[in-house]
């Protein structure tokens, strides 16, 4: 009987470190300290169908991605960003957003990236 409780205590305190281990390497962990460290990390998945987020300078945007064909094969062909939080905007020039434009291009190298407001009109001045 003593073996069988000590055989349960293991595998739940395996349970619990198999459990502590991902929960500190979640995306949305990595995604908050990224955005408090003032860095930049582009969070995306595979699945073309869900937006993929990116921190730098603390501000957080959203990506939209369209799927559709080039060279005759499907791929991203456009997407939409926006912050999340337009507070966060706060001291960013336009040379930040041509450094995210950059790097986006770098994931998704034909896709044609368009911006939502109030971003589309301070890129347009």
């Not at 395996?14 to 930049?40: C, P």
């Amino acid at each position: 009987m003593i073996w069988l409780l000590r055989f349960i205590l293991l595998i739940f305190i395996i349970f619990l470190v198999y459990w502590g281990i991902t929960l500190l390497f979640t995306s949305s962990r990595k995604l908050e300290a990224a955005r408090k460290h003032k860095r930049f990390l582009l969070i995306d998945h595979d699945d073309v169908r869900k937006n993929f987020l990116v921190t730098y300078k603390g501000a957080v945007f959203v990506g939209e991605k369209y799927i559709g064909s080039i060279d005759n094969t499907f791929d991203v062909v456009s997407i939409l960003i926006w912050p999340e939080n337009t507070a966060t905007l706060k001291g960013m020039m336009k040379d930040d957003f041509f450094y995210l434009d950059k790097k986006v291009h770098e994931y998704y190298p034909h896709a044609q990236i368009n911006w939502k407001s109030p971003i589309k009109e301070f890129l347009q001045q």
